[in-house]
């Protein structure tokens, strides 16, 4: 069952490669690769993300000639304490060994940790209530639209033209945001576990038809499939309709901005972050941009915005559907 970009990367390899070791993707594998092209007898590992697993690969070697004569791995599960994220908590498992921390590594997140504290701590707002990630049938998130809502309110003034749609990768979104008391209120290190990766806005200029084709993206290309499709989370105003039953290429329909159509031969002003405008997540129609002007961090743009819709009272999440899955 192995697919994904990793598969023209590996044929190209020689046979002489013994061990790839890989990420990226995110997920934890350790594949026999001789066994989806015999030509290739690579081991292939990945040890999936956040530190959790270290895969441990063991090789034996015939010292007179210098090749491998064996090779396996094995996936540890790299299990230091109990943690907390947002409101589950995580209890050590018993069935699992517990490593201990190393006193080096431990004194320095320590300094950082110190050093950091008043800054993840400061109120940044208050919201109604959490602001989360799980995804409707139609791929949206309330706390995807949120994001795409600030970057829209952060350059949306641009004296060259401000953004009038604003686009924001799923997985780009890191944690969830739930206020940790009655009160509503969110610290700035909170919404810096929203937008971890500091990456800059742009606005560009994309014609309806280009629009039409990088939403199609989300079905079609790369590892973007209709099984595993890939939701772009959009700002206020922008709304369309997706039929997964349609042939590829005509999914998108009823693109709309503040319910006026799309049109196909117009120019629309869009905001995405950095990542995206390289063809981050297999959007190359974003490379297409033009008319490139710059913005502020994304982050910076989230805790503004933040800020400022809950001066006067908690920010109302943005609840209702933009997308619909017909």
């Known amino acids: ?121 400061k109120v940044s707002g208050v919201l109604e209530g959490g602001a989360l990630r799980i995804a409707n049938s139609a791929g949206e998130s309330v706390l995807g639209r949120m994001v795409a809502d600030s970057m829209l309110h952060a350059t949306s003034d641009i004296a060259s033209g401000g953004a009038q749609i604003a686009f ?11 206020p940790e008391s009655s009160s509503g209120e969110v610290t700035y290190g909170q919404l810096y576990s929203v937008l971890p990766f500091g990456n800059n806005l742009v606005v560009m200029s994309y014609t309806g038809e280009q629009l039409q084709r990088l939403l199609e993206q989300q079905f079609n290309s790369g590892t973007n499939t209709v099984t595993q499709p890939r939701i772009l989370q959009v700002s206020n105003g922008f709304s369309y309709e997706f039929d997964l039953n349609q042939p590829a290429g005509q999914r998108i329909a009823n693109m709309r901005l503040n319910d006026a159509p799309i049109q196909a031969s117009s120019t629309y002003r869009v905001a995405i972050q950095s990542y995206l405008s390289t063809g981050g997540d297999n959007f190359s129609t974003f490379t297409e941009g033009r008319d490139v002007t710059g913005g502020m961090i994304d982050l910076d743009a989230f805790v503004a915005y933040v800020r400022e819709r809950s001066a006067q009272q908690p920010m109302a999440l943005p609840t209702t559907p933009r997308i619909v899955r017909r």
Do not use: W
């Open 1 to 121: 069952g192995l697919t994904g970009d990793i598969l023209p990367i590996l044929d190209k390899l020689s046979a002489e490669v013994d061990v790839v070791i890989s990420g990226h993707t995110h997920q934890a594998y350790l594949c026999d690769y001789q066994r989806v092209n015999p030509a290739k007898p690579f081991l292939l590992t990945s040890a999936g993300r956040y530190g959790m697993l270290l895969t441990e690969v063991q090789l034996k070697v015939n010292t007179a000639s210098r090749k491998v004569t064996s090779k396996s791995a094995r996936q540890i599960i790299v299990q230091g304490e109990a943690i907390a994220t947002g409101s589950t908590k995580l209890p050590l498992q018993t069935e699992f060994p517990v490593f201990a921390s190393d006193s080096a590594v431990s004194q320095l997140v320590s300094t950082y940790r110190t050093a950091v504290a008043p800054l993840a701590a």
């Open 168 to 178: 924001m990768n799923s997985g780009g979104v890191r944690a969830d945001l739930v």
